[in-house]
């Protein structure tokens, strides 16, 4: 495994490469529409069969895994013109290319049909080689596409035995050589020896602008259980495939389906959705139909993980209208008990108190929820800025941070406190007298313990342990805990046995 020590930490830069080529992958498909646009002006121009061939041997070089309707035209018309020539070696070349669309677009029938008509005897050297490799695709395609286990095993034995004829076209020190002997040793399960060959080919003549190649050794490492080099190299593989200017590829879509298994939903959501877009923009339809089977659990995973952030936010959402809505109540209270006092002026004043409360309440509350409306925009528009200016560590630690949530949970209890202690001035006062003298606690003080929050709510009249877990961001355990060390720390005398005490 000569690769992993200087692979280990090349994901994350590997994973913003592929971000920006993703984004910018439009542009890189310029050079070959300017080589398809001068190759398409040069066909009226062309004054015989024989040059017009050559001139669609150039323009299916352009179409080939980027529009597969086009390649197939351009190697139709390419067949017209060697029929008219009559050179048997041309039409062959052609036919070729034909089959080679109608696999690609996920016609095997056609394909199949157009291979076995042809006449190996006619056939050079570089003919077979490339109709090997066509039946060696197709058949792998066939497999893959098919759901009858017999079927499939079939298909990949003579996938197999096509790769084992291409391996006698090639010397055993060409690249081609060690890239088929490695494709059969992984498929036995050799990964180890495949990687060693592969290694060797590395040395020999470089992988770096071999997308095939270096999905293959994403392969091995797959099979090998080397998941973090196989990212690496799938993420390698697709950025030269993007850089390249194809459509038709396999290695961006094998890493969005790793990624999501591993819960990295925002990556394999764009790089499924961008595969499944120049799958589609090419019409190579036996890749689209592989795409299309993912798709679903991708997108269903992308949007459950977005509806649990929000679910999170309308949960301190809720806490501050839940709050909001006790303080309501308490204030019609209050102006219910102002009816019952006899004396003129005492009601004035107690409604005067009752407003001040009230407005000071609701103030509070709803300074809370805008202060925190406003952090929240001031969090997201932070995250945005990181994002967009490529700073992907700094993004990725501060969505990983909790210190946000921290913070707003320490506001919302010291705001919960003030309410609580404006609401019942008398609150610590009244604990204290059913307390134990070692529990009491310092009747001036403006911050209350997490027991005498939970105290609070009951006294609101809140006593479901799932309800007060809710609003004070605690679980039903420690809502338990709280209740019976507020149990132990009162007196258990019968006049201390109030409603309150038996309702905690």
Known sequence: MAMSASAVTELDSLLHRLDHTIEVRDSLCNERRLGIHNTMMRVDAADSDAELYGIYRDLYGFYHSYRVDSAMWVAERRLQCASRMGDQSKIISASLNLAESYSASADYYNTLGTLDTL??????????????????????????????????????????????????????????????????????????????????????????????????????YGQGGERYMQKCFLARSAIVDLENGKKDYASLMELAKILNDEHDYEHAYLYIRCALED??????????????????????????????????????????????????????????????????????????????????????????????????????????RLLKTSQFDAAHTMAKSTQFESDETKEFYTRFDSVILSIYPQFIDEYNSMAAEDARVDSETMTLTPELRVLALIRLGITGSGDIARILNYTPQTVYNYRSRLKSKICSSEDSKNLLYKQI
């Open 279 to 384: 799958a589609s923009l090419s019409n190579a339809r036996s890749r689209t139909a592989e795409i299309l089977e993912s798709v679903p659990i991708i997108d269903a995973a992308y949007n459950q993980a977005k509806q649990d952030e929000m679910h999170k936010l309308w949960s301190i959402i809720t806490i501050v209208a839940v709050l909001f809505v006790i303080l309501l109540i308490f204030t019609i209270l209050i102006l219910r008990r102002l009816r019952h006092n006899k004396g003129l002026a005492d009601e004035n004043v107690q409604l005067a108190e009752a407003n001040e409360i009230k407005e000071r309440c609701i103030t509070e509350l709803i300074s809370a929820e805008g202060a925190y409306i406003e952090r929240f925009v001031d969090y997201r528009k932070q995250l945005y």
């Open 119 to 220: 006449d190996r005897a006619a056939m050079q050297d570089y003919h077979l080689k490339y109709m090997y490799n066509i039946y060696s695709s197709t058949y792998m395609r066939m497999a893959r596409a098919d759901a009858i286990h017999s079927r499939r095993l079939l298909y990949n034995n003579k996938v197999r035995a096509y790769r084992d004829s291409l391996l006698t076209f090639f010397p055993d020190n060409t690249p081609e050589y060690y890239n088929i002997q490695s494709l059969q040793l992984v498929d036995d399960g050799y990964w180890e020896e495949a990687l060693k060959q592969m290694n060797r080919c590395q040395e020999l003549f470089g992988l770096d602008d071999n997308a095939r190649a270096l999905g293959l050794m994403a392969k091995i």
